[in-house]
């Protein structure tokens, strides 16, 4: 299914919630703005592929996307995800025109995508979005490097509740809409494996799950169900929050 688009910028529409942009002063970026066009993004499109060039960028404005490690005979594992506060492009930054990874949306949202001449002649008049982006794509980074460690250390029950940790936060309210074979395919496990784990997490009365639909019952409990990678990454991001307000405490201010 094709991405959907419209004629709205990130000038015109109103329901702006990706949070890279949110933190843009308009005044700086205002050619930024004018370019982006609001796309609706269908469950399971690929935004970018492995090897292929990176023709459009994508500020994540609602949905899940998923970065995934893409092996020779086909398999994928999850390395990443990005929700609302995320950006699809990222080797862009870099000078780089392939992308090393499949991106696509799990969770069907929508979002603002820009052509990559006009995202790299903007970043050049939009230093704050330079900025921005180099502090999430380290993000990611940690991001992968925690997930690398815990698909080779943690049980999968708790890899399980840490993904839906994760999840949740980047798409708000309780529900999760994902089948247990897509969680498979995520988690680099057999549906099996996966179907034991999401029972001990039903039976602790974490979440219920029915048709490719998860409901978070009880945030404590899956805070407690998961591996200690998720109250890492929490930690290691707030830390580097509290470290940019005291670089730049009128950061937010000025945005």
């Known amino acids: 299914m094709p991405i959907k688009h ?13 949070k890279l942009l949110l933190g843009i002063p308009a005044p700086e970026c205002a ?3 004018k370019k982006l066009e609001f796309v609706d993004f269908p469950r399971a499109i690929v935004l970018h592929d492995v090897g292929e060039p ?5 500020f994540v404005n609602g949905g899940l996307a998923s970065v995934l490690n893409v092996m020779e005979d086909g398999k994928v594992i999850e390395v990443g995800l990005a929700g609302s506060e995320g950006f699809v492009g990222l080797p862009l930054l870099a000078g780089f025109k392939t992308s090393a990874v499949r991106v696509i949306m799990q969770v069907a949202g929508s979002g603002y995508r820009i052509a990559t001449s006009d995202f790299l002649d903007s970043l050049k008049k939009c230093p704050t979005l330079s900025r921005h982006l180099t502090r999430f794509g380290q993000e990611m980074t940690f991001q992968a490097m925690q997930v690398a460690a815990c698909n080779r ?6 890899r399980l509740a840490k993904w839906l940790l994760m999840s949740q936060d980047r798409l708000g309210g309780n529900m999760v ?11 680099g496990t057999r549906r099996a494996s996966v179907t034991v784990a999401a029972a001990q ?10 048709r490719g639909l998860v409901r978070v019952r009880n945030r404590r409990t899956l805070e407690s169900a998961s591996c200690e990678c998720y109250s890492t990454m929490i930690d290691q991001f707030e830390t ?4 940019v307000e005291q670089e730049f405490p009128l950061s937010r201010q000025a945005s």
């Open 201 to 210: 997490l039903q039976k602790r009365e974490a979440i219920s799950y029915h």
């Open 177 to 187: 809409p994902l089948t247990q074979d897509f969680l498979s395919h995520m988690l």
């Open 240 to 243: 580097w929050g509290r470290e």
């Open 54 to 58: 990176i023709k459009f960028a994508y």
């Open 153 to 158: 250390l943690h049980p999968v029950d708790r």
């Open 31 to 33: 050619s930024l703005l």
């Open 6 to 18: 419209s004629q709205k910028s990130a000038n015109t529409n109103r329901n702006v919630h990706n």
